[in-house]
């Protein structure tokens, strides 16, 4: 996996077009040299009828896209931080408008 982590930086502004490609009947006859190959080598892309249809990653480098999970307190910290709540915002009330039938 040393090897895989290393490559993971020189992915970082390529093409889709620049990984491997594997025809789906070649990726189902062959699926865990794919699988294989996404851990060790980088992401495959998998066509259907010539067109891009998915790639194949690793959990790492999905995890990677994710960042990290983020809940409500997380949300809540930040608001609060903001000091947005100490702002004394006034509203005129609101009368409607006029509207011709």
Avoid: H
């Avoid at 495959?44 to 010539?50: A, D, L, P, Y």
């Avoid at 608001?79 to 005129?92: F, N, W």
């Amino acid at each position: 996996m040393a090897t895989r982590m290393a490559s993971r930086s020189r992915d970082i502004g390529r093409s889709i077009a620049d990984f491997p490609s594997w025809k789906l009947e070649d990726a189902k006859a062959r699926f865990s040299e794919v699988v294989r190959r996404a851990r060790s080598e980088g992401p495959q892309r998998v066509t259907c009828r010539g067109q891009d249809a998915v790639v194949v990653i690793a959990t790492e480098d999905l995890a990677d896209l994710l960042g990290p999970t983020r809940t409500g307190a997380d949300l809540i910290r930040f608001l609060q931080a903001t000091g947005l709540g100490d702002l004394e915002i006034e509203r005129e009330e609101d009368r409607g408008r006029d509207i011709e039938f």
